[in-house]
């Protein structure tokens, strides 16, 4: 009895070989769709059948996936002893829960009467929703329907005093599990749009508050269960999350061409329960707490914008508009009022939209071009407006290339969103900016096209560039205006790209970014779009550190553009050229050390820092009056900052030569070799004014820069900078070599040092 009660406590030790209790014990079918699921209930329903004895006041309801004969091939079960308080009901539970232990299924239950399930209920509405499912097994049939029948009447009669509650829960649920259309390794049960909100949907419905399992709902729910389905067949043990390894094998049990097209269905089904969601919780609020009547006891209606009023919480269209022959503009111009009151779309609405309302012509009128940018630029209510119409197909009236956008994954771990909503993310976030650019116009519709370019083959910052100039030509902007549309996609990772990887005190670098910007205006809108891009992006994509080096790009190419003169370098920190050497500054994220004139000064500084768990964003090197000078950038690779104390006396131990750390330097790099993708060597002939440029692309790793100053500094090179660019799990560092270009042997020969050093 005591193994039974743990087993319980924790599940089956190996899902592997519940499995074979369950196929032998229940004899439970696997396989895919509605078919399969109802089989397994019935299995499940036959084998609990022959655990309880038919008798009077007390029956055995099922409830969640086996209520709904819905089951997974390893769900849960989840079951409800009812009884009518007869005698000896603890021994007859153990009598069922037990075989159900010992077949080793995972199980949730409860013994209760009536009157106490009906309590239970009225005080946890997560057990009110259960008992919406819940389904008679075996025994009393009166019993059951009692229950059943009460717990559907009192669920209709409170329902709408409950959903506030339930919203807030749900909307903790959201943030804890995210949005299941935008995500990469989604939970298909807890996210946004996954099989949780599907029962919300259900229950809305049992209560009558609206229509909320339409066909549209109905098939996506069945694709989810399906994809649930095959996720367990693949992983062979119960999982909800859709985790990239197991991608292309689901997709091949759905007869998919591949995970691509598994992520692009299963966001497109999710967004379809989350907008159906909205609806139906709209529609509870409204008939919770009514809304202003006018004197013939109607809802009343406000004039919001030409053609649009409100009516009982939602935006319509006026009476006037349905009349006349509709405007072209008119679904843009609602989808704009509706982003900047923050009023929801009627549902009825976008249907009319999405039926009668005429194509743009090309180019498009002032007035469409004028609420594109005015929905572009509405603030936090740009993308529940866009997600609307976009639900309604009106989105591709406007942009007839975002059919090949829509739900495209963005494979890159510091991507939060799939490729379309990350760039109307990305022009929320511009919105930000707007007023610190002379055309916020052109800074928003960049915003909006900058990665239109992905999934076309080739570099996406190229191969945009003819197809966003496409879109702002139908727009109706200027040629001059789609030049520049142009060149916002072509330079829009230039900032950043240039601000952590490369010498920002070489005026080789400032001229270089200059001349591909042209004139401060682009320039500032650059600025603001690097800085839109990045925080649509995740926060993996930004850090303090990359915006003061975007900054200072941006200053000085600023200058450079204004006075025609290339900024001076900055002069060494006159503190490094006093007193006895060594001499080691800490300056919050800065590190500079003065030690007599040698060779392997970076590659032993980068290495004490390693020690130190410190990762180095930037690094000088250079020789004043026989004085050896190397100042970094560092940033914690932990997030938690050395003490600094021991931290400085290695530092003068190791650059005055001290063997052991030197020791301690190299016994801590071998430790953290690691692995990743085959490294490459990229060299760049033009990028500085006194050196040469070697990039090295590899997989990041503690005491990465060490041991590549290291083999460089073994190899003859003379480092005088270096700049680490950390992309996820990836690198690219850049390391300036003092001199004229190498000849062919001696390029081989420093790649080969690097490369053996990753």
């Known amino acids: 009895m005591t193994s039974l009660i743990k087993k319980n406590a924790s599940g089956p030790a190996d899902d592997g070989d519940a499995n074979l209790l369950i196929n032998e014990v229940v004899g439970v079918p696997g396989g895919i769709g509605e078919a399969a699921r109802r089989g397994r209930a019935a299995a499940y329903d036959s084998f609990l059948r022959g655990l309880l004895p038919v008798r009077d006041g007390v029956a055995l309801l099922a409830v969640g996936g086996l209520g709904r004969r819905q089951c997974a ?16 009901t603890d021994e007859l539970a153990a009598s ?20 106490e399930a009906l309590s239970v209920a009225q005080d946890d509405v997560k057990v009110a929703l259960g008992l919406l499912d819940a389904r008679l097994v075996v025994g009393d049939q009166a019993l059951a329907d009692a229950l059943i029948r009460t717990a559907a009447d009192h669920w209709r009669r409170t329902a709408v005093r409950h959903l506030p509650g339930l919203r807030e829960v749900t909307e903790a649920r959201w943030q804890a599990h995210g949005e299941l259309a935008f995500l990469l390794e989604g939970d298909l049960k807890e996210a946004a749009g996954g099989l949780r909100d599907v029962g919300l949907l259900r229950a809305i419905s049992a209560a009558g508050i609206t229509d909320a399992l339409r066909p549209a709902v109905r098939a996506a729910h069945l694709r989810l269960l399906d994809t649930r389905d095959a996720l367990h067949q693949q ?10 390894q197991e991608r292309d094998g689901v997709a091949a049990l759905l007869a998919l061409d591949d995970g691509d097209a598994l992520l692009r269905r299963v966001a497109g089904d999710a967004r379809t329960v989350s907008h159906a969601l909205d609806d139906a919780f709209r529609a509870a609020e409204r008939l919770r707490s009514g809304r202003s009547r006018g004197g013939n006891g109607r809802p009343a209606r406000r004039p919001v914008a030409r053609d649009v009023v409100e009516h009982d919480g939602e935006l319509v269209l006026a009476r006037t508009a349905i009349g006349a022959r509709p405007d072209p503009s008119l679904s843009l111009r609602v989808a704009a009022a509706s982003a900047t009151t923050r009023i929801p779309i009627a549902r009825a609405t976008c249907e009319w939209l999405a039926a009668y309302c005429p194509p743009l012509p090309a180019p498009w009128p002032a007035e469409a071009r004028a609420a594109l940018i005015t929905l572009l630029g509405a603030g936090l209510g740009l993308v529940p407006a866009w997600e609307t119409c976009d639900r309604y197909g009106l989105v591709d009236g406007w942009l007839p290339e975002w059919t090949r956008l829509r739900s495209l994954p963005q494979h890159n771990p510091v991507h939060r969103f799939t490729l379309d909503r990350h760039l109307v993310q990305t022009a929320h976030e511009a919105s930000r900016h707007a007023r610190e650019v002379e055309r916020p116009d052109l800074l928003l519709l960049g915003a909006l096209l900058h990665d239109i370019g992905k999934g076309l083959p080739g570099d996406h910052s190229t191969v945009g560039v003819p197809v966003a100039q496409a879109v702002a030509t139908r727009v109706g902007l200027p040629t001059a205006e789609v030049e520049l549309i142009g060149k916002l996609v072509r330079l829009h990772l230039l900032l950043p790209d240039v601000a952590t990887r490369r010498d920002l005190s ?42 003061r080096l975007v900054a200072e790009l941006v200053t000085r190419v600023r200058t450079a553009l204004d006075t025609g003169v290339l900024p001076e370098p900055p002069a060494p920190d006159p503190e490094l050229l006093a007193g006895p050497l060594p001499v080691v500054h800490l300056t919050g994220d800065r590190v500079s050390v003065a030690a007599a004139d040698r060779r392997g000064l970076l590659a032993t500084v980068a290495g004490c820092l390693a020690l130190h768990r410190l990762e180095v964003i930037s690094a000088d090197a250079s020789a004043v009056d026989g004085r050896a000078l190397v100042e ?18 290695d530092l003068r131990r190791a650059v005055a030569g001290d063997v052991s750390v030197t020791q301690r330097l190299r016994g801590r790099a071998l430790a953290s070799r690691g692995g990743g993708a085959a490294p490459r060597v990229v060299w760049h002939r033009e990028a500085a004014t006194d050196a040469v440029l070697l990039e090295l692309r590899a997989a990041d790793a503690a005491g ?8 460089l500094d073994e190899a003859g090179a003379l480092v005088r900078a270096a700049r680490i660019s950390t992309l996820g799990a990836d690198v690219v560092d850049a390391f300036y070599l003092v001199g004229g270009w190498p000849d062919d042997a001696t390029r081989a020969r420093l790649e080969a040092a690097v490369l053996a050093a990753v």
């Open 96 to 115: 069922v829960w037990y075989p159900i232990w010992d077949a080793g299924l995972r199980l949730d239950h409860s013994v209760r009467t009536v009157a």
């Open 235 to 244: 992983v062979g043990r119960r999982v909800d999350r859709l985790v990239a």
């Open 506 to 547: 070489d005026p080789v670098t400032i001229a270089s970014v200059a001349e591909a910007v042209g004139d401060t205006g682009t320039l500032d809108v650059l600025h603001a779009l690097v800085r839109a891009d990045a925080a649509a992006t995740g926060p993996a994509a930004w850090s303090d550190w990359k915006g």
């Open 73 to 88: 091939p390893y769900s849960d079960l989840d079951l409800v002893l009812v009884h009518a308080g007869v005698p000896g």
């Open 632 to 649: 970094c950038r560092v940033q914690p690779r932990y997030g938690l900052p050395p003490d600094p104390v021991p931290l400085r006396a």
């Open 704 to 711: 990465l820069l060490y041991r590549v100053t290291c083999a």
